[in-house]
Structures are given as C-alpha cells and as structure tokens.
C-alpha cells in the first residue's frame, strides 16, 4: 500500500511539473461530455437491474425457469426494468418494474389479459445483448472474474445508430472496485457486433478502503488511464458506484472525476490532490 501511494504522489508530483493545462479543448469537452451522459445511464440502469432483480425474485415463482432475461431503458430518472421470458424467437415482457432517481416506485408481474408485448426498440436491445454476450464469450478477450458479466444495453444514440451493449465484470466485494476487465460492444442494425473497446490494458482492482477494514475509507482513488486522453464512461459510473471522487491521470493531464461531474485540474495545483 505504501508503494502504490509513493507512485501516486510521483505521479501527481509530475503533472504539476508539465506546462499548465487548465482548460479543455474543443474535442476533450466533446468527450468529457459523452462519458458523463453514458456513465450516467450506466449507472441508473445498473441501479435498476440491481434493485428490480432483489424484487423480481420475491415476486415471480420459479423465475430461474421461465424467465430469459433483462432489458433496461428510459430516461435516466425514471427507468423502467422488464424482464422477459424464454422464448427467444418472440420473448414476452414477465415482470415489469419503474423507478425514480435510483429507487423502485412500483413494480408488477404480468398475467392473464396484460399486453406481454415488446416494442420493436426493446426486441433490437434484446438481441443486441444476446449478440454480444455471445460473441464476448466465443473471443479470446480476457475475463478478470470468472463470474456472469453485468450488462447494460443503450439504445441507439441517433435513429439507425449502434445500439451500446456494455459487459462490465462485476463487484463481488465491498471493500474493491473493478477497473479491468469491462467492455463495450457496438451492435449495428443488421446485428453485426463490432470490435470489443477495452477500458482497460489489464485487470485492475481497487480496494476502496485501502485493504484495511479497520481504518475509514479514503476519499478518493487515484487511477492512472493511458488509453485515452480524457476520463471514460466508466470512470463516471466507478465514481457514481462508490460515491467517491476519482483522480485520472492521463499522459497529459489530470482529472477529477466527482459523480456527475468531471474537472480537468490545473496541473500547476495537481500536487495539492491527496492520495488516499
């Protein structure tokens, strides 16, 4: 632990050092901006898996049995889970749950006399996450846990767009975080998965209270990125999961990653930021 922290201060001790950078560029707003929309909707959509799957299993009987899957989508705000049945050719809607800022405010099984029908959209997300799962686990890409991937699935950012298939290695522990091992699928119309994006070069996990559960929990991590020049949608949602700031070093520039927000941080103040 010690030696990660000499790191980390070696390395914020060099940002400060480089010319200050203090203002973004045109194209890293650009970006900035798209993994703060994306990693909002990661994490809400997560949320409501999450907390629609403790539901669901109080709800529908037998449910390892009859059920296929799950879709998320709607407004960040107000999500709304469905999970489907079996049937692959035409899957049906089950259960249905919506929320409001992360929490369940109702939540159904469907039955006789319900329309169990899926729009077209959802039928097209349904299958682009099949898609994807398949091909991800048919490639020679790294798993960093030998447990299901989360998933997450954006609709199409603009109409006859790729739909957004994220597979996210999930937190088996509350005391780390994972970094490594997520991925990103684009799916076109016609159903062809394009090459997988790596958020990470290897698996990284983060302790989130330092490897000791006798002490408080740092206020923040700092994560060195060198695969891209801004923070990403991950590093958004990893915050938003933990509720803690992030620093992003990237070979430039330093970043504060806070939830909602991400701050390029003037690297002649960059040795003011604590290492955890």
């Not at 929309?37 to 949320?47: E, M, P, S």
Request: aromatic letters at 6%; proline letters at 7%; hydrophobic letters at 40%.
């Amino acid at each position: 632990m010690l030696r990660s922290l000499m790191i980390a201060a070696a390395l914020l001790a060099s940002a400060a050092a480089a010319p200050a950078q203090d203002k973004m560029t045109a194209a890293e707003e650009a970006t900035v901006v798209r993994a703060l929309n994306r990693g909002a909707v990661i994490y809400a959509y997560d949320q409501a898996a999450w907390h629609g799957t403790d539901d669901m299993v109080t709800k529908v009987p037998h449910w390892q049995d009859v059920l296929g899957g799950w879709i998320v989508d709607g407004p960040t705000d107000t999500p709304e889970i469905i999970f489907f049945d079996t049937n692959e050719a035409e899957p049906h809607a089950v259960y249905i749950a919506d929320f409001k800022d992360n929490k369940l405010v109702s939540s159904r099984v469907l039955g006789a006399g319900d329309d169990t029908r899926l729009s077209p959209d959802r039928l097209r997300m349904i299958r682009a996450r099949e898609l994807a799962i398949k091909a991800l686990l048919a490639s020679n890409e790294p798993r960093c846990k030998d447990k299901p991937y989360n998933t997450v699935v954006l609709p199409p950012e603009k109409p006859g767009g790729p739909i957004l298939v994220y597979l996210l290695t999930p937190q088996t522990s509350n005391d780390s975080i994972p970094f490594g091992g997520h991925y990103l699928a684009e799916v076109s119309a016609d159903g062809k998965v394009g090459p997988f994006r790596h958020f990470t070069k290897s698996c990284a996990e983060f302790p989130i209270n330092g490897g000791d559960t006798s002490k408080s929990e740092p206020d923040a991590l700092i994560i060195t990125h060198l695969l891209d020049p801004t923070p990403t949608e991950i590093h958004v949602f990893s915050s938003l999961s933990i509720h803690k700031r992030l620093y992003v070093l990237t070979k430039k520039r330093v970043w504060r990653v806070e939830g909602n927000e991400i701050h390029l941080i003037d690297s002649s103040k960059a040795k003011k930021a604590k290492a955890p």
